[in-house]
DNA sequence: GTATTTTTGTTCGCATAGAAACCAATAACC
DNA sequence: GGTTATTGGTTTCTATGCGAACAAAAATAC
């Protein structure tokens, strides 16, 4: 496997965790962005959170995040309240419905998934995590350069690119 | 790492690669998966293939084919054609603009990519090609299922499902 | 030859994702 | 207090991605 395959091979990934989303979307009626962001209110102090903290932590694109809440506002699973003392910030608001699709969800796709990749040797495992992060850092070029006392890394040059070439359907 | 972390950092993985894709668009004014679109044209006989044969090699839904194909001849890197024979067949001929277009892109972009991954030790490369090779037989439950003369696997579940929980900025 | 099934690719609808533009509110500066 | 800079979130636009529906053409069955 050389460097094509990789990348063909991250498609491929991206491309079932995709199909995933649409698969429990279609089940449960939400995506995994909208799962995240419910899980998070939930876990957040009175069921609430900030955009922009559900933005962060999502890691993610502002308009992206303001779309979501959207669809979840239209879902009744989530309300957008004022927040006293800035009126530029929309306080997010876990609804009960949205509190109680999440008890629905979430713990049939963690157990399914966590089985699997537990069943795994514990090196192997290991191998997974080790190589996800190596990735994340090759293409994560931005985050490794701002911050340069991390490790020791060879000096990577400014532009990362992609590439991409011949993909064999399975 | 537990899964969780697995699935948040593929998360990031899925990200880091698109705000590739959309460097390489503002810079070239063409997506990857328009590239890779080309690039099989390219490749091709008589620099033609059909939207069948494309679809298959990016491994993507029909309508999502056709969309990157129409965004590709607004831009007349590529035409339809029809095909002698079967009229329900449309043609995909790489245009000399698209030809051009493609020498100037590729190089960069695999250039870079290579370089990193090269510079890892190569066990290191190993351990990622076989992590991912890993990822995709657990992600991709179908394929298994769809053929059991592969390997031995343990018994797997109709349904996966994938969890999320939270995830960190960094 | 006719009826049925399959194939091919397009359209439509929905969701995710990012960039850019925008505006109101807040903070910082003088 | 007035001016400038920053922040927070929305809107618009573009592209990718999937599923469903669809129509025409080809293949298959009788």
Redesign the pocket.
Known sequence: MDTTEILITI?RI??SI??E???I??EYG?????L??LSYLHASRNFQS??????RF???????????????E??GCLA?LP?Q????????ALTSKGSELLKQVPPLLHDRLSERLQSLPSIKLQQIQESLVTLVHILDIEQVEASPMLTIEEPIEETKKEISSKSQEI
């Open positions: 498609r991206v491309r995709n199909l989303s649409k698969k979307q279609k939400v995506s995994i962005p909208q995240l962001c900030t955009q922009g903290e559900i933005r999502l890691n993610l694109n502002s308009s992206t995040t303001s779309g979501i809440i959207d669809r979840l239209n879902k957008r927040k003392g800035d009126k530029r910030v929309v306080n997010i």
